[in-house]
């Protein structure tokens, strides 16, 4: 049974820097392109960037272009990003899913780890 454990939140002053990380366990890591999400109050659960099988290639969501980065570590089975320049308004529980390939746009596993909270204010 898959399990996605995320850890790395907490508050933080606009432009911070935070560091999520992803621990993926019951599968394959390397099986898959990872994900990473995020669901703000009142809104929908939304995927914001992914990495490929092999690392090579990653997706950014707009909203975060430029600032955010994702990485793998497959001998870890675990997934990071990186966050530079943080908004008030990337604030949200952040999650981790496999996708099928890295264009997916649905995740992998229908459970989802209990996330991590990134809270950006002053």
Not at 62 to 76: L, M, N, Q, W
Request: with cysteine; aromatic share 10%; glycine share 10%.
């Amino acid at each position: 049974q898959v399990q996605l454990v995320e850890s790395g939140g907490g508050l933080v002053q606009p432009g911070g820097s935070l560091r999520l990380s992803c621990v993926v366990s019951g599968v394959t890591a390397s099986d898959y392109a990872m994900s990473w999400w995020r669901q703000a109050p009142g809104k929908e659960r939304e995927l914001i960037t992914s990495i490929a099988r092999s690392g090579g290639t990653t997706t950014v969501a707009t909203a975060v272009k430029g600032r955010f980065s994702i990485f793998r570590d497959d001998a870890k089975s675990m997934v990071f990003l990186q966050m530079n320049s943080l908004k008030p308004e990337d604030t949200a529980v952040y999650f981790c899913n496999a996708l099928r390939n890295v264009w997916a746009q649905a995740p992998a596993f229908p459970s989802w780890g209990q996330g991590t909270q990134v809270t950006v204010s002053s």
